[in-house]
């Protein structure tokens, strides 16, 4: 009987070990947190097999789709202050219509918010 026990304990923990790892897995491929790795490897992968790419043809997908990403980041560069600007100003417009202890709180949340969206932001 206590064999059975310690069986049974043994396998419920790697069991709870095997949820969790796939749980922390799915959170942080299916939250964004991983793709950005692996984005174009996955697209060279499976154009290469959906396509049949020769190794040049690879080799050359390859280079086009890092000069995409360069483009984007000089596009996402170019823009960033602009949405920053509107994102300010509406800002200053919720302030507006808030009283001062409302805008005290509203000031926290946009902290907060800034500080969550600069941990999770992605490397350019």
Same mark, same amino acid.
Request: no cysteine; aromatic share 12%; net charge positive.
């Given at each position: 009987?206590? !064999? #059975?026990?310690? $069986?049974?304990?043994?396998?419920?923990?790697? $069991?709870?070990?095997?949820?969790?790892?796939? *749980?922390?897995?799915?959170?942080?491929?299916? *939250?964004?947190?991983?793709? !950005? *790795?692996?984005?174009?490897?996955?697209?060279?992968?499976? $154009?290469?097999?959906?396509?049949?790419?020769? %190794?040049?043809?690879?080799?050359? @997908?390859?280079? @086009?789709i890092d000069g995409s990403i360069k483009r984007y980041s000089e596009l996402?560069?170019?823009?960033?202050?602009?949405? !920053?600007?509107? *994102?300010?100003?509406?800002?200053?417009?919720? #302030?507006?219509? @808030?009283?001062?202890?409302?805008?005290?709180?509203? %000031?926290?949340?946009?902290?907060r918010w800034e500080e969550r969206r600069k941990k999770h932001a992605h490397?350019?």
């Open positions: 009987m206590t !064999r #059975r026990a310690y $069986l049974y304990f043994t396998l419920t923990f790697l $069991l709870g070990v095997i949820v969790g790892a796939a *749980g922390v897995f799915f959170y942080g491929w299916y *939250g964004g947190r991983w793709h !950005r *790795g692996f984005e174009k490897q996955h697209m060279v992968r499976r $154009l290469t097999r959906e396509l049949n790419l020769s %190794d040049a043809q690879v080799q050359q @997908l390859g280079q @086009l996402q560069a170019q823009v960033e202050p602009q949405y !920053r600007a509107v *994102g300010e100003e509406t800002r200053k417009q919720i #302030r507006q219509i @808030l009283t001062p202890e409302q805008a005290t709180k509203f %000031d926290e949340l946009v902290r490397p350019p």
